[in-house]
């Protein structure tokens, strides 16, 4: 079965940190794309970062950046500078060329205190 | 990217009512989403719309319930019918833009759903 675990349901940091949100998943596919997106309080979905699985260079984006660990099928996400905006549920997903259905994570609340 | 509308924002509605969600792209695009996203949980997928042929719903939903429309490329309805107040969720729809060769979604907005 394909899977996405979310290990941390809520992190706090304060604004101007450093955070990371933990991500491993599960498929047997060889070639798959991993995402990250945000949900704010408004409620829109906003696409965050994407990574390739056949890339092994790690995916930036801004303040955004990711640990891709293929072998552990590890997708973490690292906020640097965090931002009061950064306030969201957190989604980790992925799907596979053979299968166009998005697998998601549980999410983690991260809250960004001033 | 694509940019996707929706409509209603939110509604409020009457247990044993219909109603029906509009999902608007500003380009064509093959494959739409609908997801619901009850409070606190993450997404689930209702069904898969593609332009031409009948929708593809997941377990657990049922075109009686869920009627879904895809009249042309950039455009699709969900309806939710007959509601009880276990219907009140956040409707989502997505769409795959072919345009960017990886497969990710872009979502619309979200339609609030309270069925009282």
């Known amino acids: 079965a394909q899977t996405v675990t979310q290990s941390q349901p809520e992190m706090s940091v304060q604004e101007a940190e450093t955070v990371t949100l933990s991500c491993t998943y599960d498929?047997?596919?060889?070639?798959?794309?991993l995402f990250w997106y945000k949900q704010p309080p408004s409620r829109q979905m906003i696409l965050v970062i994407r990574?390739?699985?056949?890339k092994q260079q790690n995916a930036t984006e801004n303040r955004f950046s990711v640990n891709f660990q293929k072998a552990a099928k590890s997708f973490s996400l690292k906020i640097s500078d965090s931002q009061l905006g950064d306030t969201a549920m957190y989604f980790c997903?992925?799907?596979?060329?053979?299968?166009?259905?998005?697998?998601w994570g549980a999410g983690t609340k991260l809250i960004i205190k001033p | 990217s694509a940019v996707i509308s929706q409509k209603p924002s939110r509604d409020i509605c009457q247990r044993g009512t219909s109603l029906t969600i509009q999902c608007q792209v500003d380009?064509?695009?093959?494959?739409m989403f609908w997801y619901r996203q009850q409070p606190g949980q993450s997404l689930t997928l209702i069904a898969t719309?593609?332009?031409?042929?009948?929708?593809?719903?997941e377990s657990g939903f049922v075109i009686d319930k869920f009627p879904i429309s895809r009249p042309n490329l950039t455009f699709s309805t969900l309806t939710v019918s007959n509601m009880s107040p276990e219907d009140s969720s956040i409707y989502l729809c997505?769409?795959?833009?072919?345009?960017?060769?990886?497969?990710?979604?872009?979502f619309g907005p979200g339609t609030r759903l309270t069925v009282t």
């Open positions: 997505s769409v795959e833009d072919p345009r960017t060769g990886v497969r990710e979604q872009y």
């Open positions: 380009s064509q695009v093959t494959m």
């Open positions: 719309a593609n332009q031409g042929s009948e929708a593809t719903y």
């Open positions: 498929t047997s596919e060889s070639n798959y794309y």
């Open positions: 990574q390739e699985a056949y």
């Open positions: 997903a992925f799907n596979t060329d053979s299968n166009y259905q998005l697998i």
